[in-house]
């Protein structure tokens, strides 16, 4: 008898954090396919601000990353990989860094700029950091290695994982299909 | 130099000196034993379906390991991932794939599988496999939200495990090795323990 009480106590409280989980992701979630991306200034590792004025009129790709993630910097060689195209059509890419790098020590994000070449000083390739509040709004799970698709109107049409596994997403979105 | 190259030799040197030292102690012969466990495995009235455990599931374990090692450099555990195959992962699937059918083979001869020496292959084969489902991707910040850990909360202890599994994949892919290697030992005593105590396998035997 205190065995199935204490089981269904447990059960209980199991079910309750799963609410609990619940409500705080949904609390913070408000990247919405279909719906306008929030409109942030992101700050780059040079120093600079992109404001939302500076990416109205443009197709841009929000990454949202971890340096310690081995998908972000094989995802960065494949993005490297197709810089010329991208940039022909006038595709930005926004590869943020997590706040805090999501908890865990990795080698600096301008290191893994520089591993990949000149492609990765391109200037349609923006490197920064998100801000705890964008991370949360941004990431809300904490993922590392996920993407938003934006079009021109400032919409977001698609979001992804590991851009280097889903190319052919994204080449269908640079392309404006 | 490859990392998990470098984990997966450190593992079967390691796994080497704790087999000679296990023999020594015990005072079996490895080369003996091994001989033996072959010979009554592969070449007795078993080894037609000795054989078929071995090929089919090392070659199954061995294929998937070949794809979902790389996984985690991919992002995806596709096809796609082949293309960042490094020796290390191909060595490490060989090994932990035909190491695992291998141990299957052994334990099915001897008829008896003792819980030990199934819980360190499941662990090898499970081990192997923990970077590259729990980094990057969604398992664990799932677990954390569900067990209620609020938002910031989620955003700081994932990266913790995640960054960890990411930072430490070739020592887990290593770990694998060495528990599958060992596995395989243990399969060998088992089945030359067997042998000795017991009439010689055959078709006939109950």
Same mark, same amino acid.
């Given at each position: 008898m205190k065995f199935r009480a204490l089981t269904v106590a447990a059960a209980l409280a199991f079910a309750s954090s799963l609410a609990l989980g619940a409500s705080a992701q949904a609390a913070t979630q408000?990247?919405?396919?279909?719906? @306008?991306?929030? #409109?942030?200034?992101?700050?780059? $590792?040079?120093?600079?601000?992109? +404001? !939302?004025?500076?990416?109205?009129?443009?197709?841009?790709?929000?990454?949202?990353?971890?340096?310690?993630?081995?998908?972000?910097?094989?995802?960065?060689?494949?993005?490297?990989?197709?810089?010329?195209?991208l940039r022909a059509?006038?595709?930005?890419?926004?590869?943020?860094e997590a706040a805090g790098n999501l908890?865990?020590?990795? @080698?600096?994000? #301008?290191?893994?700029?520089?591993? $990949?070449?000149?492609?990765?000083? +391109? !200037?349609n390739w923006y490197w920064g950091e998100l801000t705890q509040a964008q991370s949360l709004m941004l990431d809300p799970s904490s993922t590392p290695d996920i993407y938003y698709l934006v079009n021109k109107r400032g919409t977001v049409i698609e979001q992804g994982s590991a851009p280097g596994a889903h190319w052919d997403q994204i080449e269908r979105f640079s392309e404006g299909r | 130099m490859d990392p998990t190259l470098v984990a997966v030799a450190a593992a079967v040197l390691a796994a080497i000196a704790a087999i000679i030292v296990d023999a020594a102690i015990s005072h079996r012969s490895f080369a003996g034993s091994a001989a033996a466990a072959w010979d009554t495995t592969f070449r007795s009235a078993y080894?037609?379906?000795?054989?078929?455990?071995?090929?089919?599931?090392?070659?199954?374990f061995t294929a998937f390991y070949l794809v979902a090692l790389p996984a985690e450099r991919f992002g995806a555990l596709s096809f796609g991932a082949l293309q960042f195959l490094?020796?290390?992962?191909?060595?490490?699937?060989?090994?932990?794939?035909?190491?695992?059918?291998?141990?299957?083979?052994?334990?099915?001869?001897a008829r008896r599988s003792k819980a030990t020496q199934a819980t360190l292959t499941f662990g090898g084969v499970v081990a192997a496999l923990l970077p590259s489902s729990l980094c990057c991707t969604s398992v664990?910040?799932?677990?954390?939200?569900?067990?209620?850990?609020?938002?910031?909360?989620?955003?700081?202890?994932?990266?913790?495990?995640?960054?960890?599994?990411?930072?430490?994949?070739?020592?887990?892919?290593?770990?694998?090795v060495f528990a599958v290697l060992i596995s395989l030992w243990l399969a060998t005593i088992n089945l030359t323990g067997y042998c000795s105590t017991n009439p010689p396998l055959t078709e006939e035997s109950p």
């Open positions: 408000s990247v919405i396919v279909g719906k @306008p991306a929030p #409109a942030m200034q992101f700050r780059t $590792i040079d120093g600079k601000t992109i +404001s !939302p004025a500076a990416l109205r009129g443009h197709r841009y790709v929000l990454w949202i990353m971890a340096t310690w993630c081995p998908s972000c910097t094989t995802g960065a060689a494949i993005v490297a990989q197709h810089m010329v195209e059509r006038h595709v930005l890419i926004l590869q943020m908890g865990y020590p990795g @080698p600096s994000l #301008a290191s893994i700029q520089n591993s $990949i070449g000149p492609a990765g000083r +391109s !200037p | 080894a037609g379906r000795s054989l078929a455990i071995l090929v089919t599931f090392g070659s199954a490094t020796i290390g992962d191909a060595c490490a699937a060989a090994l932990i794939g035909y190491g695992a059918g291998a141990t299957f083979a052994l334990n099915a001869t664990i910040p799932s677990l954390l939200a569900a067990l209620g850990a609020s938002a910031p909360a989620v955003l700081h202890l994932t990266g913790r495990f995640q960054g960890f599994f990411a930072t430490y994949a070739p020592a887990f892919i290593g770990i694998a």
